[in-house]
């Protein structure tokens, strides 16, 4: 039985390599945890305080672009104030001289009940029939319809705003000469074409086209009051800010170049005949 406590010691040092090896197992893998939990706390801690430095810059640039973003807004409501303002100064300019021009207005209207080619000619040739035009506006020349300050405007004022104006204007400047060769007495048979004084109202009013092609050149006189609407009306949608269609850009330049070959041809034959 020598051989029991031999096996005894055995079991007994096989029972303390166990527990010394599971000893150092455990300690060696508290040891890593440990040294895991603090790197892992530690890079928590960096990729925290990362995330902050992160959020503030964020934050930051946030509050830059709100501010970029207020400056922006303020200075586009600033510039469309001023814009209105301008466009309101501009209406009131235009129509100012549409105020200025009712004498003429007037006259021209008083022109379409007569034959102008046949006064005219008895205008020639009796003064006292120059007398009676002569009453019919006194203060009126071929320089009554005076535009160019009015021109200062033009960039704040809608196209279409400015084609019913510049054919108002035409159209009168035209009634003005007429009137004049009336009070004068002068025969200029070139001013008697009214071709280019219609091609003027048909651009402005298409819609009265028919009553154009009936009526002698001095009735059409009669439509300024409607020109007169139509140029408010566009003023009102300046004033909305409202925008003109590709049509009605269209038409308003055909207005304006019809407008312009009856002034330029007027100024023209007055020049040439003065």
């Known amino acids: 039985m020598d051989w029991i406590p031999a096996v005894s010691t055995t079991v007994l040092l096989a029972g303390c390599l166990w527990l010394a090896r599971n000893l150092i197992t455990a300690r060696l893998t508290n040891a890593v945890r440990h040294e895991y939990d603090i790197k892992l706390a530690n890079l928590k801690a960096d990729l925290t305080a990362k995330q902050d430095v992160l959020k503030a810059d964020l934050r930051a640039k946030e509050l830059q672009l709100e501010s970029l973003k207020a400056t922006a807004l303020n200075g586009?409501?600033?510039r469309r104030s001023a814009l209105f303002e301008k466009q309101v100064q501009a209406i009131e300019t235009l129509w100012a001289q549409i105020i200025d021009l009712r004498s003429v207005k007037s006259a021209a209207q008083s022109l379409s009940i007569i034959k102008f080619d046949s006064a005219v000619k008895m205008a020639a040739e009796d003064i006292r029939a120059r007398?009676?035009?002569?009453?019919?506006g006194p203060e009126i020349g071929?320089?009554?319809v005076d535009t160019r300050d009015t021109h200062k405007s033009r960039p704040f004022i809608s196209r279409v705003a400015w084609a019913y104006f510049s054919a108002y204007t035409a159209?009168?400047?035209?009634?003005?000469l007429k009137l004049h060769m009336l009070k004068k007495g002068l025969d200029y048979p070139d001013i008697f074409d009214s071709k280019n004084l219609k091609k003027v109202i048909v651009s402005a009013l298409p819609h009265q086209k028919e009553y154009i092609e009936k009526v002698d050149s001095e009735a059409y006189y009669h439509l300024l009051d409607e020109l007169e609407s139509l140029m408010l009306l566009a003023f009102e949608n300046t004033l909305k800010g409202e925008q003109d269609d590709r049509q009605a850009l269209s038409q308003a330049a055909e207005i304006i170049r019809a407008s312009e070959e009856l002034t330029k041809t007027d100024k023209v034959e007055h020049e040439k005949n003065a």
Do not use: T
């Open 76 to 78: 586009i409501s600033q």
């Open 131 to 136: 007398e009676v035009f002569e009453m019919m």
């Open 142 to 144: 071929p320089g009554s």
């Open 171 to 176: 159209i009168l400047g035209h009634a003005a």
